[in-house]
């Protein structure tokens, strides 16, 4: 009988990483790269040149993954979603009276 180890996997708990994209940017880099696809497809049935198109669609591409980059860098897991969020909450709640308050109380 054969016995066979194998390696434990010490990254536990940690986010995944691929190319330093981490968590939910991976799926956004997917959708910058399949978004790329389509603008040179509609392109270049439109009756542009392909040598146009290259460009065109590597730019804006590689624009979009720079900047995914720079954010899974700067806000990490979830951070660019707390950012978002923060920003929907007030910044204070006006209360017209104090009812609300004595029936909690009770």
Do not use: D
């Not at 040179?40 to 009756?47: D, E, K, M, N, P």
């Amino acid at each position: 009988m054969r016995t066979e180890v194998y390696t434990i996997n010490r990254r536990i708990n940690t986010p995944v990483q691929f190319h330093g994209f981490k968590a939910q940017y991976i799926f956004y880099a997917g959708g910058v790269i399949v978004g790329e696809m389509f603008l040179f497809a509609i392109l270049y049935i439109s009756g542009l040149s392909a040598w146009i198109c290259l460009p065109i669609c590597g730019g804006s591409g590689a624009l979009g993954l720079i900047t995914l980059h720079r954010l899974s860098q700067r806000y990490g897991e979830f951070g660019w979603q707390k950012k978002r969020a923060a920003k929907r909450v007030p910044k204070y709640l006006l209360v017209g009276s104090r009812q609300l308050f004595i029936a909690l109380k009770k």
